[in-house]
């Protein structure tokens, strides 16, 4: 079980809807131009840039995270504003707006064992083969969100075991 899966289980657990930062970056690639926001269009802009040093991806994936944050901190303020709970998930989001006892809370998920990302990637999208690069990438990312997320307050733990993830995850946002 991965940010998806806990993510949705606790949506069911209570009763909140989920939006993935996914569906926020479809939206706005939808409504503006690489020239408005070019660098939530890069990897349509540049795909070929996925395949360079995992360093550079993370540092592509950095900037994409910190240009996504004002359209994700409002999605957030609107939740906070009306008094609608909400799950936010994705790997976009940063730890900024959260408080540990606030009315925006976070923790975050991180796998540090690039072998176990591999693994995952090849259960999850078989097809593709064995995704070392990208996992190498991953681990690289959750490292440095991991680092700004613990800077913040903010928690951060592992996924495995998977089996009490959700559980996991409730208490580290103290809910």
Do not use: C
């Not at 209570?14 to 996914?22: G, H, I, L, T």
């Not at 909400?86 to 940063?94: A, N, Q, R, T």
């Not at 064992?113 to 070392?132: F, H, K």
Request: glycine fraction near 6%; aromatic fraction near 6%; charge should be negative.
């Amino acid at each position: 079980m991965g940010k998806t899966g806990v993510g949705r289980a606790l949506a069911r657990r209570y009763d909140v809807p989920v939006v993935e930062v996914d569906d926020i970056v479809e939206a706005l690639l939808a409504v503006t131009l690489p020239e408005h926001l070019p660098e939530v269009h890069f990897w349509r802009t540049h795909p070929e840039a996925a395949r360079q040093a995992p360093e550079s991806v993370v540092e592509r994936q950095i900037a994409i995270a910190e240009a996504l944050a004002p359209a994700i901190e409002a999605v957030m303020t609107n939740h906070v504003g009306t008094d609608t709970p909400v799950i936010l998930e994705g790997d976009y989001l940063l730890p900024g707006p959260a408080t540990p006892s606030g009315p925006v809370r976070a923790v975050f998920l991180h796998e540090d064992d690039e072998a176990q990302v591999t693994a995952n990637y090849l259960r999850r999208e078989p097809e593709a083969g064995p995704q070392r690069h990208r996992a190498r990438v991953s681990v690289l990312y959750g490292r440095w969100l991991a680092a700004r997320a613990r800077t913040a307050g903010v928690s951060v733990v592992a996924p495995r075991p998977w089996e009490d993830l959700t559980g996991r995850v409730a208490e580290a946002m103290g809910v």
